[in-house]
Nanobody, 114 residues
Framework: QVQLVESGGGLVQPGGSLRLSCAAS???????????MDWYRQAPGKQRELIAS???????DYADSVKGRFTLSRDNADKMVYLEMNSLKPEDTAVYYC?????WGQGTQVTVSS
């Protein structure tokens, strides 16, 4: 069974930055190679939305709402994917989820507030 572990959320002031990370593993703890990954977010009272995608080719795609501010990358071993979030706005406040291997991460809260 694949498990995704996310980290990096928190409280940040408007204009600040955060970096989320996501890794995939199976019991009993084998770290999986990540070929492609999607990131979603869900704000209170809103539907979950796709905001960033990393393809196996390495190409990336972003929703207009985050384009130019958010950047996807992965480590050299393709074991960890990072979502770098800059120039954060209050409207970026949401629970952020990674998805790969047909599995969702547990979500990490990002709150942008002064």
């Amino acid at each position: 069974q694949v498990q995704l572990v996310e980290s990096g959320g928190g409280l940040v002031q408007p204009g600040g930055s955060l970096r989320l990370s996501c890794a995939a593993s199976t019991a009993p703890g084998t770290i999986l190679t990540i070929y492609a990954m999607d990131w979603y977010r869900q704000a209170p009272g809103k539907q979950r939305e796709l905001i960033a995608s990393l393809a196996s080719s390495g190409s990336t795609d972003y929703a207009d709402s985050v384009k130019g501010r958010f950047t996807l990358s992965r480590d050299n071993a393709d074991k960890m994917v990072y979502l770098e979030m800059n120039s954060l706005k209050p409207e970026d406040t949401a629970v952020y989820y990674c998805k790969t291997w047909g599995t969702w991460g547990q979500g990490t809260q990002v709150t942008v507030s002064s």
